[in-house]
């Protein structure tokens, strides 16, 4: 079965940029099936979706980031990514990467596979 | 964006009992919506896809309903592994939005 792991720093200085990869075991991202997803939550907060890819590289954002955020994919490595610059202290928060199934016949999936979470704290 | 508010925020209960979740969207939704438990440091986990289909593996207490704006998470009968956090998540649109969840804790 599929299983996705984040990897990455678990401390970033303020103004800096975070790069999290999340590597994908047990499937391949090279398919049509699925959206690669980064969603995070801030400690005793909600869940915050903050954007995913599809196979072809074509990415959508959550507008209150999306200046500051990128997604790639790299299906050669069977991975993807997640670049957010300009932190301040408002980005600590466990990140998860996520799979999206796509909608089949009208139905949205949900999403089914989560990895464990990478926390990340934004201090000098 | 598509806002979805969730009541209550929490609510206390005992095991047996029947708990019932809101979740409810700011523009119509048909039927893309999921619901997650997730918890204490775990990630969530996917209960029901598509409003009211129960996800593989999950046990038929948990059940889902409802369509256009408003939907309910029911649990018929509380049992000790589920007092934990819930969140709705709809699939309308991008971007994808989440509820801010209801934590079940013990009367």
């Known amino acids: 079965q599929v299983q996705l792991q984040e990897s990455g720093p678990g401390l970033v200085k303020p103004s800096e940029t975070l790069s999290l990869t999340c590597i994908v075991s047990?499937?391949?991202?090279?398919?049509?099936?699925?959206?690669w997803s980064w969603i995070r939550q801030p400690p005793g907060k909600a869940l915050e979706w903050i954007g995913c890819i599809y196979y072809t590289g074509s990415a959508d954002y959550n507008p209150s980031l999306k200046s500051r955020v990128t997604i790639s994919i790299d299906t050669s490595k069977n991975q993807f990514s997640l670049k957010l610059n300009s932190l301040t202290a408002a980005d600590t928060a466990v990140y998860y990467c996520a799979r999206e199934r796509t909608m089949l016949r009208g139905v949205f999936y949900g999403v089914d596979v989560w990895g464990q979470g990478t926390t990340v704290t934004v201090s000098s | 964006d598509i806002q979805l508010t969730q009541s209550p925020s929490s609510v206390s209960a005992s095991v047996g009992d029947r708990v019932t979740i809101t979740c409810r969207a700011s523009?119509?939704?048909?039927?893309?919506l999921g619901w997650y438990q997730q918890k204490p440091g775990k990630a969530p986990k996917l209960l029901i896809y598509g409003a009211s289909s129960l996800q593989s593996g999950v046990p038929s207490r948990f059940s889902g309903s409802g369509s256009g704006t408003d939907f309910t998470l029911t649990i018929s009968s509380l049992q000790p592994e589920d007092f934990a956090t819930y969140y709705c998540q709809q699939g309308n649109s991008f971007p994808r939005t989440f509820g801010g969840g209801t934590k079940v804790d013990f009367k």
């Open positions: 047990g499937g391949s991202v090279n398919t049509g099936s699925y959206y």
């Open positions: 523009q119509g939704i048909r039927t893309y």
